[in-house]
T-cell receptor, first 113, second 113 residues
Framework: AQKVTQAQTEISVVEKEDVTLDCVYE???????LFWYKQPPSGELVFLIRRNSFDEQNEISGRYSWNFQKSTSSFNFTITASQVVDSAVYFC??????????FGTGTRLTVIP | EAGVAQSPRYKIIEKRQSVAFWCNPI?????LYWYQQILGQGPKLLIQFQNNGVVDDSQLPKDRFSAERLKGVDSTLKIQPAKLEDSAVYLC???????????FGPGTRLTVL
């Protein structure tokens, strides 16, 4: 069985604040992949990052950073100095082997100017 | 490089009518996916093709949904007859065989009245 939990349904922050989106996953597989996607109001899912289960290095890309901790089965996403353009629904997803993506329910982020 | 193309972007039909959606994947991507995203939920896979063969259609309601990818490039998803609960966004995604990160199109928002 697999499960992806994004407990935060909605988050609102004021522009320039930092915000962390939580993702907790469940899987019995030792090899798996984790993803984050952004879905702006236009509706298209935009790929942000892919991480495999053997690579626990944190990653930073501009204002975005990701913290992967196998010990707590978490793959959290932090946006530093948030901007209005960051307003979107963010999805965490799990892929086991050749199986397809299993998405969480998403977190709606609103950045208030 | 052009992204995944989908049409139409919006469709409104009455229940029991039929509807078809079209998807053209990223050039060179052998794998194509159709997802259904109900409001407030994450996308759920309906069907996966590799070239023109079906890899996974276990979640496709085959009594009313059908999909084809005859020439291994673009694909059509059909619903006949539509029900109220089919109201959703239908997302198409594609990936290459080398790196299976999925890239999504803008989706088709279907409203069934």
């Amino acid at each position: 069985a697999q499960k992806v939990t994004q407990a935060q349904t909605e988050i609102s922050v004021v522009e320039k604040e930092d915000v962390t989106l939580d993702c907790v996953y469940e899987t019995r597989d030792t090899t798996y992949y984790l993803f984050w996607y952004k879905q702006p109001p236009s509706g298209e899912l935009v790929f942000l990052i892919r991480r495999n289960s053997f690579d626990e290095q944190n990653e930073i890309s501009g204002r975005y950073s990701w913290n992967f901790q196998k010990s707590t089965s978490s793959f959290n996403f932090t946006i530093t100095a948030s901007q209005v353009v960051d307003s979107a629904v963010y999805f965490c997803a799990l892929k086991r082997g050749a199986n397809n993506l299993f998405f969480g329910t998403g977190t709606r982020l609103t950045v208030i100017p | 490089e052009a992204g995944v193309a989908q049409s139409p972007r919006y469709k409104i039909i009455e229940k029991r009518q039929s509807v078809a959606f079209w998807c053209n994947p990223i050039s060179g991507h052998a794998t194509l996916y159709w997802y259904q995203q109900i409001l407030g939920q994450g996308p759920k896979l309906l069907i996966q093709f590799q070239n023109n063969g079906v890899v996974d259609d276990s979640q496709l309601p085959k009594d009313r949904f059908s999909a084809e990818r005859l020439k291994g490039v673009d694909s059509t998803l059909k619903i006949q007859p539509a029900k109220l609960e089919d109201s959703a966004v239908y997302l198409c995604a594609s990936s290459s065989l080398v790196r299976d990160t999925q890239y999504f199109g803008p989706g088709t928002r279907l409203t069934v009245l």
